[in-house]
């Protein structure tokens, strides 16, 4: 297929059908609403089902349902809509269920804006509801990417039996690129037979919860799910890293605020400045090792992000200690400009060369 | 150009209509004291024209948006001005319409007025949006369009485009469907939009004759 036109918002949904999706549940909130709209006309036609929830919280119970009974199933919001979802989400990764939640996040707290933001690094990384889990954490950069990470994100949901989240903001969702839609690459995947797909009289009964009631018994499924997310670490890693061997500022960010600063680097290069570049396209699993391979003549570390500084709260752990980490951050909807890292940068390379 | 004093651009939602606007207005601006642009896209919260409200008025273009100045509120909200944009003799005015049957039926509120005077109503096609890549699926759009609208389309505008990856073939593509279109609707094409670096290299001469370089003011620095 030739690449077309697509709004982010749209093309996830497209992916989504692509990779098998049956089950959309939603509400829509700005700058996600495209994708339930996209999904509320595309899904039928691909035999699926699309429902618009009475509210959010009603919305993941559908998919904690649709899961559970086995089916790829996909729901989508912004941050005050993704944050509802949390209880849900907890109890998905509880209940070990695949499915795909993503996020296209706008500024906050509270209700916020509906410009973009990336301050939802904390709830998408460290769990927004309760207990010990994680859920494997993409942050596609363009509209390509968000396609193949969609695609890719249910695979893995269904491999690790984990609800996956594809975390955007605002600006992805709503900008429009050229985009192709390729066959995903056919994995192996394990046979669903944990899911409540009726016993036929022939087994009994599959259960799909998060209750233990013996302390015994949570002990040993919280000892299950952890060596499933150390496994998770040690094969799900993604990133994207330019230049660090050579590098005197290296510069960390996902998402929109990663091309910024891609273009701010090539502005930096012109001026003879060396620039290396750490893009985590997984947020959770964060790539720590990468900033191992960072050189002796790195003076210090710019972290970029759309918020008051979250994702930096990473590097600082990745970094260990060796190199000062700086932070350019804008809120409420401000979109960093190449101008002002281009700027940061010179002051951490002490001027201009 | 010989366009009309008001010129309408609608099309499918995420055809180019805010770019081509844009450009169009500018181009207005080389040939006229008084023009101006109005805004009345209610259907997108972000990409819209009046977010280049500073840079039209450095070069004099009156802008018109929503009633609610805010670039980051997604209410809709329309100009009490527009009435006048649309009657006022003396100035040259582009509106830039939302997308889809549901961006155009802001038109409807205006259509007895526009009726009344001189106007120009585009659609501006993009070949390479999928719901728009061939002609049933431009009819469905224009027929819904212009049915919502009350008002008539004069002329169609081939953007067939993939923004900064836009290929002389995509533009040949685009010319090859908006004929068909021309001919299924006895609407005549009016202009064929292309970014300036890709339109250097088009040799097509139905292309070249009514050829519209464009500047693409909507994207930042680092969108591709």
């Known amino acids: 297929m030739s690449k077309v036109l697509m709004k982010g918002n749209e093309a996830v949904g497209a992916a989504a059908i692509k990779a098998g999706c049956k089950y959309f549940f939603g509400y829509p909130i700005t700058p996600s609403s495209e994708i339930p709209e996209y999904m509320s006309k595309a899904l039928p036609e691909a035999g699926g089902v699309f429902l618009q929830a009475e509210s959010e919280v009603a919305a993941i119970n559908m998919v904690y349902g649709a899961g559970g009974a086995g089916a790829r199933v996909m729901t989508a919001s912004s941050s005050p809509g993704i944050s509802l979802k949390q209880e849900g989400i ?16 706008r500024g906050g707290p509270g209700l916020g804006s509906i410009q973009p933001g990336q301050a939802d690094y904390f709830q998408s990384t460290r769990g927004g509801g309760n207990g010990d889990y994680r859920t494997l954490c993409y942050a596609p950069s363009s509209i390509q990417e968000i396609v193949d990470l969609v695609i890719l994100g249910f695979d893995k949901a269904d491999y690790y039996r984990n609800p996956v989240l594809i975390v955007a903001d605002g600006m992805i969702g709503q900008m429009m690129e050229a985009v192709e839609f390729k066959d995903p690459a056919p994995i192996d995947l394990p046979e669903k037979d944990w899911a409540t ?43 994207e890293a330019y230049g660090l061997e050579e590098a005197e500022v290296v510069l960390v960010a996902y998402g929109t605020t990663s091309r910024i600063v891609k273009t701010a680097m090539k502005q930096a290069e012109a001026k003879g400045i060396k620039v290396g570049i750490i893009r985590p396209i997984t947020l959770w699993p964060f790539p720590h090792d990468v900033f191992k391979t960072i050189g002796n003549n790195a003076k210090g570390i710019l ?13 600082k752990i ?36 | 150009m010989l366009d009309k004093r008001l010129v309408i ?30 805004d009345l896209d209610i259907v997108n919260p972000y990409f819209r024209s009046r977010e280049k409200r500073e840079f039209f008025e450095e070069i004099g273009i009156k802008v018109y948006d929503s009633s609610i100045r805010n670039v980051a509120v997604d209410l809709p909200a329309l100009p009490a001005e527009l009435m006048g944009v649309i009657l006022n003799p003396n100035s040259r005015s582009v509106l830039d319409v939302g997308g889809d049957p549901v961006g155009a039926r802001v038109l409807a509120r205006y259509s007895e007025q526009i009726k009344n005077v001189e106007y120009d109503m585009f ?55 908006t004929k068909k279109v021309s001919w299924e609707t006895d609407i005549p094409i009016r202009y064929e939009a292309c970014i300036k670096d890709t339109a250097l290299q088009i040799t097509n001469k139905e292309i070249l004759e009514k050829l519209f370089p464009i500047n693409l003011y909507m994207r930042e620095e680092w969108m591709s």
């Open chain 2, 9 to 38: 651009i609608i099309g499918h939602y995420g055809s180019g209509k805010s770019e081509f606007a844009v450009n169009y207005a500018v181009k207005m601006k080389e040939n006229h004291d008084f023009v101006s642009i109005a």
């Open chain 1, 90 to 105: 907890t109890y998905i990764a509880g209940a070990e269920v695949p499915c795909v939640i993503v996020n296209m996040m």
């Open chain 1, 303 to 315: 972290t970029v992000e759309m918020s008051a500084g979250q994702m930096i709260d990473d590097v």
């Open chain 1, 197 to 239: 797909t009726g016993t036929g009289g022939k087994r009994q009964p599959n259960v799909v919860n998060s209750l233990f009631l013996q302390a015994e018994e949570l002990q040993a499924h919280n000892d299950r799910l952890e060596k499933k997310y150390k496994l998770i670490e040690e094969n799900e890693v993604l990133y």
């Open chain 2, 123 to 177: 659609f501006v096609i993009n070949g390479r949006r999928p719901e728009t890549s061939t002609v049933e699926g431009v009819l469905k759009y224009l027929k819904l369009i212009e049915a919502t609208s009350k008002l008539k389309i004069s002329g169609l505008i081939n953007n067939t485009h993939l923004l900064k990856d836009t290929t002389v073939e995509d533009v040949e593509f685009g010319h090859e469907l």
């Open chain 1, 318 to 353: 990745a970094v260990e200690g060796r190199l000062p980490v700086y932070f350019n951050g804008t809120q409420g909807g401000m979109v960093p400009t190449p101008a002002s890292v281009l700027a940061d940068i010179e002051k951490i390379a002490g001027g201009t060369k």
